[in-house]
């Protein structure tokens, strides 16, 4: 559809002129002459198409340079892997896909494996969306169809059937929909207090799941109480000259003093401890007394994830009481969305309060250390950064252990999760009208969704071709 305008009204800024229920669904319903619901459905790359090697390399040309291999080693793994690191590809291929004209605040990269349990301040286990990179307001469907095109890719790889997946992608779209339509007739307060508590869902979803995935469930929800920065403490640092600090494991963590010596060393070094004296002010007043009672202590460079590798990402080691009262903070370059070239940029200025915002509209719950800064690099030049907690309570689905109705269970609850997601930011009533009763939308992303997964596998393979000619470096972990 073409660059839309700048952004505004889901950053916060532009308040909407009062529509009543009827007039938003209204406006719901007149959508579908823009862009019938049956006009999603499938998936053809236009003519102009970037050359997708080209799209992922342009993105390689501000990271650090020795990481940009690892990155490619992890996206030629498989078409999923790949798919992960693909979100700028994507973005391009929905910018001329059809959309309604409804608008939220987006994921940006809402694949599988970005839903997923999370520790909320109150030391509840809640599932819900992680990454938050790529987020700017944008069509709504976008998500949708990102999170739908994942959960076929993911099926091809675990060898289900065409009908397999289709059951199952139809389920999640269905979750969102039936979902959006909730929340439309709930009110405002009601739909921002909706979260997705573990301790609610899992009787639910037991009753749906054999012995096998109950099983499962249990402990991937164990596992994740049990990781914290207490786990992260233990398994990343040690004591060495009497000193907590962080063990090295090239090139995947790489203490500060193993990558920088003397003057060098030093300056980078203060310019971290001051961001985390600054990135404070980003949090509300009791947090930052919290953080004030804990001090830097060691610092290291970290790989991080599959599209993110390559960019800025420092661990932070902090202890408070005494060495056995750490916080471990990680620090991330943010940079602009890969939306912002189709759907504007984004109204604020710095890239990680971007990030933050985002994450604080559309998460039910989130990191009580979420922040955000600005930092001089060696080289000179200005980088924004958000900051977060390196772990508390995260449990992350693996596709590879699921049966197909396990996977359905998940997907149901990722629609469902994204449905509450967009419903904080978006118009909720003009969405569900536009959706309806009926399976269309259904349908129509099944078939995107399939045929989404076909482009991927050839852009993966060109991914891989570029390697073997040397047109890029991979390596292999």
Same mark, same amino acid.
């Given at each position: 559809m073409?660059?839309?305008?700048?952004?505004?009204g889901?950053?916060?800024?532009?308040?909407?002129?009062?529509?009543?229920?009827?007039?938003?669904?209204?406006?719901?319903?007149?959508?579908?002459?823009?862009?019938?619901?049956?006009?999603?459905a499938?998936?053809?790359?236009g003519?102009d198409?970037?050359?997708p090697v080209?799209?992922?390399?342009?993105?390689?040309q501000?990271?650090?340079?020795?990481l940009?291999?690892?990155r490619?080693?992890?996206m030629?793994?498989?078409?999923?892997?790949?798919?992960?690191?693909?979100a700028?590809?994507?973005?391009?291929?929905?910018?001329?896909?059809?959309?309604?004209?409804?608008t939220?605040q987006?994921?940006?990269?809402?694949?599988?494996?970005?839903?997923?349990?999370?520790?909320?301040?109150?030391r509840?286990?809640?599932?819900?969306?992680?990454?938050?990179d790529?987020?700017?307001?944008?069509?709504?469907?976008?998500?949708?169809?990102?999170l739908?095109?994942?959960l076929?890719?993911?099926?091809?790889?675990?060898?289900?059937?065409?009908?397999?997946?289709?059951?199952?992608?139809?389920?999640?779209?269905?979750?969102y929909?039936?979902?959006?339509?909730?929340?439309a007739?709930?009110?405002?307060?009601?739909?921002?207090?909706?979260?997705?508590d573990?301790?609610?869902?899992?009787?639910l979803?037991d009753r749906?799941l054999?012995?096998?995935?109950?099983?499962?469930?249990?402990?991937?929800?164990?596992?994740?109480?049990t990781?914290?920065?207490?786990?992260?403490?233990?398994?990343?640092?040690?004591?060495?000259?009497?000193?907590? /600090?962080? *063990?090295p494991?090239p090139? #995947?963590?790489?203490? @500060?003093? =193993?990558?920088?010596? $003397?003057?060098? +060393?030093?300056?980078?070094?203060?310019?971290l401890?001051?961001?985390?004296?600054?990135?404070?002010?980003?949090l509300s007043?009791?947090?930052?007394?919290?953080?004030?009672?804990?001090?830097?202590?060691?610092?290291?460079?970290?790989?991080?994830?599959?599209g993110?590798?390559?960019?800025?990402?420092?661990?932070?080691?902090?202890?408070g009481?005494?060495?056995?009262?750490?916080?471990?903070?990680?620090?991330?370059e943010?940079?602009?969305s890969v939306?912002a070239?189709?759907?504007?940029?984004?109204?604020?200025r710095?890239?990680?309060? /971007?990030? *933050?915002?985002?994450?604080? #509209?559309?998460?039910? @719950?989130? =990191?009580?250390?979420? $922040?955000w800064? +600005?930092?001089?690099?060696?080289?000179?030049?200005?980088?924004?950064?958000?900051?977060r907690q390196?772990?508390?309570?995260?449990?992350?689905?693996?596709?590879?252990?699921m049966?197909?109705?396990?996977?359905?269970?998940?997907?149901?609850?990722?629609?469902?999760?994204?449905?509450?997601?967009?419903?904080r930011?978006?118009?909720?009533?003009?969405?569900?009208?536009?959706?309806?009763?009926?399976?269309?939308?259904?349908?129509?992303?099944?078939?995107?969704?399939e045929?989404?997964?076909?482009?991927?596998e050839r852009?993966?393979?060109?991914?891989?071709?570029?390697?073997?000619?040397?047109r890029?470096?991979?390596?292999?972990?």
């Amino acid at each position: 559809m073409g660059k839309r305008g700048r952004n505004s009204g889901t950053d916060g800024r532009r308040a909407a002129p009062y529509l009543s229920p009827r007039e938003r669904a209204e406006r719901g319903k007149a959508a579908r002459k823009r862009a019938p619901r049956s006009s999603h459905a499938g998936f053809e790359a236009g003519r102009d198409r970037p050359d997708p090697v080209a799209v992922v390399d342009a993105q390689s040309q501000t990271r650090v340079p020795d990481l940009v291999p690892i990155r490619y080693g992890r996206m030629t793994q498989s078409p999923f892997r790949f798919y992960r690191g693909a979100a700028a590809i994507m973005a391009g291929d929905l910018a001329g896909t059809p959309d309604s004209g409804l608008t939220a605040q987006l994921c940006g990269d809402a694949h599988l494996l970005n839903f997923r349990l999370l520790g909320s301040p109150e030391r509840r286990l809640v599932f819900d969306i992680n990454d938050f990179d790529e987020t700017l307001p944008g069509p709504w469907e976008w998500d949708v169809k990102r999170l739908a095109a994942s959960l076929v890719i993911a099926g091809r790889e675990n060898g289900w059937s065409a009908k397999e997946r289709a059951v199952i992608v139809r389920a999640a779209v269905r979750s969102y929909r039936e979902r959006m339509r909730s929340f439309a007739g709930m009110g405002n307060l009601d739909v921002w207090y909706t979260r997705a508590d573990m301790a609610d869902l899992q009787p639910l979803a037991d009753r749906r799941l054999g012995a096998r995935g109950r099983d499962r469930l249990s402990a991937m929800m164990a596992k994740a109480r049990t990781r914290d920065s207490l786990q992260a403490f233990e398994k990343l640092t040690r004591v060495r000259d009497g000193q907590r /600090r962080f *063990v090295p494991d090239p090139p #995947l963590v790489v203490p @500060v003093d =193993d990558l920088l010596r $003397g003057g060098r +060393r030093d300056t980078f070094v203060g310019e971290l401890h001051q961001l985390v004296e600054r990135y404070g002010r980003s949090l509300s007043t009791e947090r930052r007394q919290l953080l004030r009672q804990y001090r830097v202590v060691d610092i290291a460079r970290k790989v991080v994830g599959v599209g993110s590798v390559g960019t800025r990402c420092w661990i932070l080691l902090l202890l408070g009481r005494d060495d056995t009262d750490p916080l471990i903070l990680q620090a991330k370059e943010a940079d602009h969305s890969v939306l912002a070239a189709h759907t504007g940029r984004s109204e604020y200025r710095n890239q990680g309060q /971007r990030v *933050v915002a985002g994450q604080r #509209l559309m998460q039910a @719950v989130g =990191d009580m250390f979420l $922040g955000w800064d +600005r930092v001089r690099g060696l080289d000179g030049r200005q980088r924004d950064f958000y900051i977060r907690q390196l772990h508390d309570w995260k449990g992350i689905m693996v596709p590879q252990d699921m049966l197909p109705e396990g996977m359905r269970v998940f997907a149901e609850l990722c629609g469902a999760t994204l449905a509450r997601a967009h419903a904080r930011s978006g118009d909720r009533i003009a969405i569900a009208a536009y959706l309806g009763g009926g399976p269309v939308f259904d349908h129509a992303l099944s078939d995107f969704a399939e045929s989404y997964a076909d482009r991927n596998e050839r852009d993966h393979a060109a991914l891989v071709a570029a390697v073997r000619s040397g047109r890029v470096t991979a390596v292999a972990e």
